[in-house]
Antibody, heavy 121, light 109 residues
Framework: EVQLVESGGGLVQPGGSLRLSCAAS????????MSWVRQAPGKGLEWVAN????????YYVDSVKGRFTVSRDNAKSSLYLQMNSLRAEDTAVYYC??????????????WGQGTLVTVSS | QTVVTQEPSVSVSPGGTVTLTCGLS?????????PSWYQQGPGQSPRTLIY???SRSSGVPDRFSGSMLGNKAALTITGAQADDESDYYC?????????FGGGTKLTVL
């Protein structure tokens, strides 16, 4: 069974840092693109970042560029999101998501249970 | 800035059929945008419904179907059930990034 388990969320002050982790199991992690998607309280989903299977290709939504860094450790089947200079508007549940690729098609599946990040003084 | 449009709220009667749409503010949706659809119940993680425009994810009932409708992607629920009452999101790939729609809150009543 494919599983994605996030950890590392919590309460942090504005301007602070936090590192999220995602432990993957049940599939060959090193062959998949991976993604972080967030959801502010009561709001919709927002794509945050993608990383390619090698870890060399990284893509971000404009609002987090220069502040967030996505990375992965294929030996540990783990995905990370280093979040610096956090703002109140970064408060959200952060989901770790796998990106399957079949016959030229990409989508998001499955989704982890999410970890809550709260930025507040 | 690219905006993906969805109906904010839609209602359907039990057993009825409803179509939700997913559009782009500045262009037509195409297969090159890789449209896919997700269902999210209260307090739950999103669940994949449809990818590749009309491919159902594993375990998804066949009352859910995807299509292209004019210049938009569409999700149709045929024979709606009470537990289909959820938020539904589409996502599109555009300009080297992924953009989710604002979501549609489906009420079954």
């Amino acid at each position: 069974e494919v599983q994605l388990v996030e950890s590392g969320g919590g309460l942090v002050q504005p301007g602070g840092s936090l590192r999220l982790s995602c432990a993957a199991s049940g599939f060959t992690f090193s062959t998949y693109w991976m993604s972080w998607v967030r959801q502010a309280p009561g709001k919709g989903l927002e794509w945050v970042a993608n990383i390619d299977p090698t870890g060399n290709g990284k893509y971000y939504v404009d609002s987090v560029k220069g502040r967030f860094t996505v990375s992965r450790d294929n030996a540990k089947s783990s995905l990370y999101l280093q979040m610096n200079s956090l703002r109140a508007e970064d408060t959200a549940v952060y989901y770790c998501v796998r990106i399957p690729y079949v016959s030229g098609w990409y989508w998001f599946d499955p989704w982890g249970q999410g970890t809550l990040v709260t930025v507040s003084s | 800035q690219t905006v993906v449009t969805q109906e904010p709220s839609v209602s359907v009667s039990p057993g009825g059929t409803v179509t939700l749409t997913c559009g782009l503010s500045s262009a037509s949706v195409s297969t090159g945008n890789y449209p896919s659809w997700y269902q999210q119940g209260p307090g739950q993680s999103p669940r994949t419904l449809i990818y590749n425009t009309n491919s159902r994810s594993s375990g998804v009932p066949d009352r859910f179907s995807g299509s292209m409708l004019g210049n938009k992607a569409a999700l149709t629920i045929t024979g709606a059930q009470a537990d289909d009452e959820s938020d539904y999101y589409c996502v599109l790939y555009t300009s080297r990034s992924w953009v989710f729609g604002g979501g549609t809150k489906l009420t079954v009543l």
